[in-house]
């Protein structure tokens, strides 16, 4: 049975217009709501390839011969889908959020609602947890985690002050981390602790870093007239999907061609982004920060 509750599903999935002999890729299978969904558009010989590191996703695995499931994190979806004899595909979707099962889960140590050991591994094959950036890292490089991953406000003062207290106690678990972290609260304590926690995850999974070289693969696995469909839930994340589609390179680098003509490889479906209804964010309050966007492959 699937745990995550799909952001913004049927936007998506209209937005990927599903061929019923296409050949799709789920990035972020995560419970396989949007696999799902998918495999409910296509027809006898459609295919859909899934990819996800989390060993949790290996539980909603989808028992359909047109579904063909990759453990491996979304940064290398174009090296797996060649072992498959796929080159190109008609439709990417994938959903950057973390599902609603791994915040949940108190041991994965994502959410600070529980006190576990400072985890947050996707891939818990990985060396590096929550606990090892906050162990090894100096004060200048924690500060910029902070700042430009998670908006902390405070960023340079909070790193300084992890720096200062794991000199006398080790910070191994949430509630060692919460003790520093909250007589520096600014603004509302929970989304204050949000931002934190999710500058870690960051760092702790190269989040973007994966994301880079993943939009960087849409270019080349792509079909002309395939379509590009992301779901993203901070600014960093949907700069990077923006600067895709409007330039064709994560950083919005607007390049041209030898008689001067600007590279546009993705025409936008929409100009703006998709954001969820009033009904969908007050139904899941995780919703509220989705951003969608679409794009063809020219």
């Known amino acids: 049975m699937a745990y995550h509750i799909p952001i ?38 459609g295919r859909l390839f899934a990819f996800d590191q989390d060993d949790d996703s290996l539980r909603n695995l989808i028992d359909d011969e047109r579904f063909t499931f990759n453990h491996h ?8 889908l060649r072992l498959h004899g796929v080159k190109q595909v008609d439709g990417i979707l994938a959903d950057l959020g973390v599902s609603s099962h791994q915040l949940d889960e108190a041991e994965r140590g994502f959410s600070f609602r529980f006190d576990a050991d400072l985890d947050m591994r996707m891939n818990r094959s990985e060396e590096v947890t929550a606990a090892t950036v906050l162990k090894t ?4 490089e924690l500060q ?34 919460l003790g520093i972290i909250e007589p520096l609260v600014r603004g509302p304590k929970n989304r204050y602790l949000a931002q934190v926690f999710q ?26 007239g395939g379509r590009l469909v992301v779901i993203s839930f901070h600014s960093l994340e949907d700069r990077m999907v923006k600067n895709l589609l409007k330039t064709g390179n994560v950083d919005g680098d607007v ?44």
Do not use: C, W
């Open 255 to 298: 390049k041209s061609d030898f008689y001067g003509k600007i590279e546009r490889p993705f025409e936008q479906i929409n100009k703006g982004v998709i954001t969820p209804s009033e009904d969908e964010m007050a139904k899941n309050g995780r919703a509220r920060s989705a951003k969608l966007r679409i794009g063809i492959r020219k």
């Open 73 to 80: 994190n979304f940064r290398y979806v174009k090296q797996f």
């Open 199 to 224: 500058a870690l995850r960051i760092e702790v999974n190269d989040e973007m870093g994966a994301l880079r070289d993943f939009l960087d693969a849409t270019l080349d696995i792509l079909k002309p």
């Open 137 to 140: 890292y100096s004060a200048a």
């Open 8 to 45: 913004l599903a049927q936007e998506s999935i209209e937005g990927l217009a599903i061929k019923k002999d296409g050949v799709y890729l789920d990035a972020t299978f995560g419970g396989g709501g949007h696999s799902r969904l998918i495999l409910n558009e296509l027809g006898e010989k």
């Open 144 to 177: 910029t985690i902070f700042g430009e991953y998670g908006e902390v406000r405070n960023a340079k003062t909070l790193a300084q002050e992890i720096v200062q207290q794991r000199e006398h106690r080790p910070i191994r678990t949430i509630g060692d981390l």
